[in-house]
């Protein structure tokens, strides 16, 4: 039963363009939710993370969005560059159990092509 | 000035041997765990520790024991490997719901 999904495993973009990655979850539960990049042989690094209390969280080129309604989250990032190519998770917790569980999706893997 | 590092990167073995996979975090995290990302790409948690006490347990066979000296370390012991133990292991620390991966541990049981 996975509570966190990323639909599309792969996303292709243009340099320049926008890249637009979505999550669905379904445990309502969830008050915290995060965005990972991943490069070969390395581990997932912390890109952006939203509290269910907001709907828009802002850090550079980087946007999440979250719909609490549609339990949809979204990860913009504007322009894409070819560095940005890498695997991207979504993450999603329950932040009052204080527990540090994240439940990942399975990931997208986005390229950006010069 | 890695902050949190596994050793080693590659691990392959033959099936019933038993392994060890070493972590350690010099973040001053009082939270560790070790992650599971299997052949379909997902990333579980198998354990987590808190200031070297065990709080969460996903399920994980008995074959797996973690084992956390002090806060800056939690390594993971596998007896009796088996063929689906094929996976890499990612360790972690966290601050704030926040988690530090390492660099992952590929184990390939043969």
């Known amino acids: 039963d996975q509570q966190v999904k990323q639909n599309s495993p792969s996303l292709s973009v243009q340099e320049g363009r926008i890249s637009i990655l979505n999550c669905d979850y379904t445990n309502s539960m969830f008050d915290y939710f995060l965005w990972y990049k991943k490069y070969p042989a390395e581990g997932p690094t912390f890109l952006i993370s939203i509290s269910s209390i907001k709907d828009k969280n802002e850090d550079g080129r980087f946007t999440v969005f979250l719909n609490k309604s549609a339990k949809h989250l979204s990860l913009h990032i504007v322009p894409s560059q070819p560095g940005d190519s890498a695997v991207y998770f979504c993450a999603a917790s329950v932040y009052s159990s204080n527990t540090g569980k994240l439940i990942f999706g399975q990931g997208t893997t986005l390229q950006v092509k010069p | ?110």
């Open chain 2, 1 to 110: 000035d890695t902050a949190v590092s596994q050793t080693p990167k590659y691990l392959v073995t033959q099936m019933g041997n038993d392994k060890s996979i070493k972590c350690e975090q010099n973040l001053g995290h009082d939270t560790m765990y070790w992650y599971k990302q299997d052949s379909k790409k997902f990333l579980k948690i198998m354990f987590s520790y808190n200031n070297k006490e065990l709080i969460i347990n996903e399920t994980v066979p008995n074959r797996f024991s973690p084992k956390s000296p002090d806060k800056a370390h939690l390594n993971l012991h596998i007896n009796s490997l088996e063929l689906g133990d094929s996976a890499v292991y990612f360790c972690a620390s966290s601050h704030n719901e926040k988690l530090f991966f390492g660099s992952g541990t590929q184990l390939s049981v043969l």
